[in-house]
């Protein structure tokens, strides 16, 4: 089973990941934990020059770029861990290229997804957790625990975050669009709610779509 979380940068993902992680841990679930870019070798290497960066790279590049790093992970890693019968959580899959490539670069969509369904073998995650939040409120949580304003901040982003407000609003709405499309395997979370909160809408939704899951109760 595939399970993936998405968002903008900020939404919150990596927390809701980690309490669902522990939650199926303790249900003796055997689940593995992923990330877009990551999870091979190489795909880490690709991370490094994607995020941390200083240099320009072109949109089709970045494209290229994302689509070789999930390639490996597809092939290597998430297809023999489903095949094995394990539950892949992945923060991030083929929807952040739709939202960010495509929506907020601006790529032909024809292309883009040819290129999806060639790096992911055509798979599909099971269900999709959307956590929304607006970039201006996602910038505010970044930087909630630091000191500086956030013009003298620049050197805490990455280089997908240094693309700009407009950028990420491009993002969002593509986001907005793509759950439009496919509203079965989507589910909506507000990311400003309580982390707990979140969290047991998650579980819920789990246990309401999934018999495997009909048991799954938080604490």
Wanted: proline share 4%; charged share 30%.
């Amino acid at each position: 089973m595939l399970i993936t979380f998405e968002g903008i940068d900020g939404a919150g993902k990596s927390t809701q990941i980690r309490k669902l992680q522990k939650l199926l841990a303790e249900k003796q679930c055997e689940t593995i934990v992923l990330r877009e870019p990551g999870g091979t070798e190489i795909a880490e290497k690709i991370r490094q020059i994607l995020l941390e960066s200083r240099h320009d790279i072109t949109p089709v590049g970045e494209l290229l770029l994302f689509s070789a790093s999930r390639a490996e992970l597809v092939q290597q890693v998430i297809l023999p861990a489903i095949a094995e019968g394990k539950t892949v959580i992945l923060d991030r899959f083929f929807d952040s290229t739709t939202a960010y490539q495509g929506y907020g670069r601006g790529l032909d969509a024809e292309m883009l997804q040819s290129i999806i369904r060639l790096s992911t073998f055509s798979l599909h995650p099971d269900i999709t957790f959307y956590l929304d939040i607006s970039p201006e409120n996602a910038m505010l949580r970044k930087f909630s625990e630091k000191s500086l304003p956030l013009a003298l901040e620049e050197n805490e982003l990455d280089r997908m975050e240094r693309s700009g407000s407009d950028f990420y609003q491009r993002v969002r709405k593509g986001y907005h669009r793509i759950i439009e499309g496919e509203k079965n395997r989507f589910v909506v979370l507000d990311a400003l709610d309580n982390p707990e909160k979140l969290h047991k809408e998650i579980v819920a939704s789990l246990g309401e779509r999934f018999p495997a899951f009909s048991g799954l109760r938080t604490p």
